[in-house]
C-alpha cells in the first residue's frame, strides 16, 4: 500500500461542512477519499464535487453512526484499509430542550460519542493489528468544562476527548497516531442560528488545515483556532465556587 500515491482518507460524517473541507483538502493533496454517512445522495454529490474539480478517487458508503450493530461489517469491508480515519460526525442539540426530554439528551449522548466510541474500537483493533494509521477525533473545546448553556453536548465531547486521550496511550506503543481536534466556534450549517464573534470563529477551511498540519506534525491535541488553547486554560482554571455564579 505505502508504494501506491496518496493515501486512503475514511470521513465518517462526511456531509458535514467541515467533512467537506476535510475531503477538498486532502483530495488537494492526491489522496483517495471514502465518504461515508447516512444521506448517500448527498455524499454522492460531494464524491462527485470532488472528483470533478480535484481529480481526486472518491467513493461514497452507506455508515449510521447509531446503528452499532453493523460497525464492524461497514469497516472491516473496506479495502484497501484507511490509512487515515477522520470522526466528525456529530450533533450540537438543545440544550434546554435536553434539559426537559431524554430523548433529546441521550440523542446528543450517543452522537457524540457512544457512535464514536463504537466504531473506532474496531478501526483501532484493525490498526493496531497491522502497527500503522492515523485515527482524527473531532472534539470541542466544550468538553474542557462544563456550562450552563450547553452542557449536555459538552459532556459528551469530554467523554470524547477522555477517550482519544487513552486510545492515544494504548496505541501509541503500536505505531498508530491519535489526533484529538478541538475546534472552538465554526461558521457552519450547525451553528447557523447562533450569533458567532468573528474574533473566535473559524471556517470550516480553517479546520481542515489544522487537521491536516497537526496530521503530519503528529500532533497529540490541537486547537482550533490556536486561541482557544489559552481562552480554555484560563476558563478551566477559574475557582469553581467563582465559576458557578457565571453565566457562560
Known amino acids: ?8 482518507i475514511l470521513i465518517l460524517g462526511a456531509s458535514s461542512d467541515i467533512a467537506m473541507a476535510l475531503g477538498e483538502a486532502y483530495a488537494k493533496k492526491g489522496d483517495r477519499i471514502i465518504l ?7 455524499l454522492k ?14 467513493q461514497y458508503l452507506e455508515f449510521d453512526a447509531l446503528d452499532y450493530a453493523s460497525h464492524e461489517l461497514f469497516y472491516l469491508g473496506i479495502d484497501p484499509q484507511p490509512d487515515i480515519v477522520i470522526c466528525v460526525f456529530g450533533y450540537l442539540g438543545d440544550q ?14 450517543h452522537t457524540n460519542y457512544t457512535g464514536a466510541a463504537s466504531i473506532l474500537n474496531i478501526v483501532a483493533n484493525e490498526m493496531e493489528k497491522r502497527s500503522s494509521g ?5 472534539s470541542s473545546v466544550a468538553g474542557d468544562r462544563g456550562k450552563l448553556s ?4 459538552g459532556s459528551a ?5 477522555a477517550y482519544l486521550s487513552g486510545l492515544r496511550n494504548r496505541l501509541y506503543h503500536a505505531g498508530v ?6 475546534p472552538g466556534f465554526v461558521a457552519t450549517q450547525m451553528t447557523a442560528h447562533m450569533d458567532l464573534p468573528p474574533l473566535l470563529t473559524a471556517t470550516p477551511a480553517m479546520v481542515a488545515n489544522d487537521v491536516l498540519k497537526a496530521v503530519s506534525s503528529r500532533k497529540d491535541v490541537v486547537y482550533s483556532f490556536s486561541r482557544w488553547r489559552l481562552l480554555m486554560f484560563i476558563i478551566r482554571n477559574i475557582p469553581e465556587f467563582i465559576f458557578k455564579r457565571l453565566k457562560l
Not at 434546554?96 to 449522548?109: L, S, Y
Not at 492515523?134 to 473531532?138: E, L
Not at 450547553?150 to 453536548?153: A, K, L, P, Q
Not at 465531547?157 to 476527548?161: H, N, P, Y
Open 1 to 8: 500500500m505505502e508504494s501506491r500515491k496518496g493515501k486512503n
Open 157 to 161: 465531547k469530554a467523554g470524547f476527548t
Open 45 to 58: 454529490e460531494i464524491a462527485s464535487d470532488i472528483s470533478i474539480r480535484y481529480g481526486a478517487s472518491t
Open 177 to 182: 497516531h491519535v489526533l484529538t481536534v478541538k
Open 150 to 153: 450547553n452542557y449536555m453536548y
Open 96 to 109: 434546554e430542550v435536553a434539559q426537559r426530554d431524554w430523548k433529546e439528551t441521550e440523542f446528543i449522548i
Open 134 to 138: 492515523v485515527i482524527v477525533g473531532i
Open 36 to 42: 461515508a454517512g447516512r444521506n448517500l445522495s448527498r
